[in-house]
């Protein structure tokens, strides 16, 4: 049923079994893709690479698979990864499984290890905020068909069972960060028997993924395992970087839902308390933890603690030794944001609405959700902030913006900053013929944007870069999309933009392609000039990207949050 939808929703055919690998890992029968071109590809789907995270395993690192037995039947896709969803599902595919560490392979016809022509490797990690998302629907026929790379698309635990940390050892945490570590050692160890090479191994995500694949270049342990990495809307930043404050809490709020907490039961404190709750938690059903709609999001992701990252993030940016020791500044690595990525936030600030009781929705004040997001954005940035700082912050956006004072707002916090951040501290004190770094700004105005959302809102550069019908973004999130209005303007980009990335997967430069389009080189960023590419029918160089954005953030609102403490009982009107 799964696989039946994904070919609905994507642009290949499965014609019949194909290819026999050879792999460390076991002997792997795969199957043929045609992209809607008619060119056939390898497909090799549901291979796990991981022991199944059940049981004992719940809240453990995971197992590196043994050498499989017989032949492995690679030509159906496995169970996605249990699913907490913010907003009511409409793919209609169920929670997913537990049972879900599998990855796919996908190759061109020509990948064939015995002929010594190895290709270059892009792991690709789903988005979703790590709560939710799944591998299987991103088919990357035309990459892999025109481009002459090898794809692999990863699954990796989610929500709870992927990010629950009592921050102590009896459950550190980050287990989905590790999931996407053991996959790229798996696909480095095995990728070559598929025609790979396993040393031009980039690994890439988009939103929440493309955030973890941040957090995977500077993570302890990652040295040699990839060359490159490309991050497509999300980096976790450096100064208030993407990681959970109060994950505790969050274990102790979990094991009370779960009953493993009785009514009048303290709060455990100690390590040994905390292992007695999490035993309990492993005994729980795994679909206690997978939730259909929940406009309440946990605070659940990674944490600065256990092996991944042995100090604060800071200060692993500021410890040239550590990044040394990781090949950090040997990697190249390419950053990509969208026109619109704040919109997003509009969608689903919209969808909450709709769900309140009418009666709710009547007294909401004005802004009222503006505010809550402000609120919650700049309070997970900076800690607690007053009303005070928040009515000055609406006040900036609602006078100075370019989509609408939301959209700026939620692209910058969650987007602009934390991608500036991290440019910023990876090519401090670098020159910039030294700088690894290259950015770009996806700029473009789809027809099929056909609703209020316009330009490229977060997540429709996926469009671009996989084969994936412009309607399937309306089984995640409605968008207001026409997929008819997809025209020839938009396969002509979509070729640039496929080109721009396989160059980047293959050399490490993205510009190869680009560059006799522009008046001089695609330059890579540094912290003087700020370079990056404006990418889109017609591509622009450009510099500084909303300089006074970034000094707002830098300086503005934390000298508010000084002159406007917490306690102080006035606040400016709006």
Known sequence: ?????????????L???????HAPSGTFQGTFWKTKHDITH????GIPYAKPPVGERRFKPPEMIPPLEGVYDATEFKAFCIQINLLPPMHGLGPGEEDCLYLNIFSPESADA????????????HGGGNFNGQANIYNPGQLVTTQDIIVVTVGYRLGYLGFLSTLSPGCEGNFGLKDQILSVAWVKENIQAFGGDPGSITIGGESAGAIDVSFLTIASGTRNLFARAFSMSGLTGVQHPFIVRNAKSTAIKVGRQAECLKEGQPDPTSDEDFDRLVQCLREVPATVFGIEYTPAVPELGPVEYGDLFPKKIEDLFNDESYLHSLNFFERDYLIGFDYNEGDI???MNNEVEKSLPEDVRKNLPPNGMFRGTVTHFLSSKFGPVSETVVSNVID??????????????????????PTFEWASAATRGLAMEDSKVHMFRFVHWPKFMAGPYKGMIHGTDLLYLFDLDPDFLKKIIDLHINGSLWGEEDDYLKEKYISMVADFIKTGN?????????????LPFDQQEGHYLQFGITPELKTQFKPERLFFWATQIPEWIEEYPVDQTTHTEL
């Open 1 to 13: 049923m799964i696989l039946q939808w994904i070919l609905v929703l994507t642009t290949a055919v």
């Open 15 to 21: 014609v019949h079994s194909g290819q026999i690998v």
């Open 42 to 45: 390898n497909a090799f789907l």
């Open 114 to 125: 015995a002929a010594g022509d190895l290709k270059s490797v892009f792991v690709f990690f």
């Open 345 to 347: 936030f509009t969608v």
């Open 396 to 417: 900036y956006y609602s006078s100075s913006y370019e989509v609408s004072p939301l959209a700026d707002f939620a692209a910058d916090a969650i987007f602009h900053i």
């Open 510 to 522: 993205p510009g190869l392609s680009v560059d006799p389009e522009l008046p001089t080189p695609w």
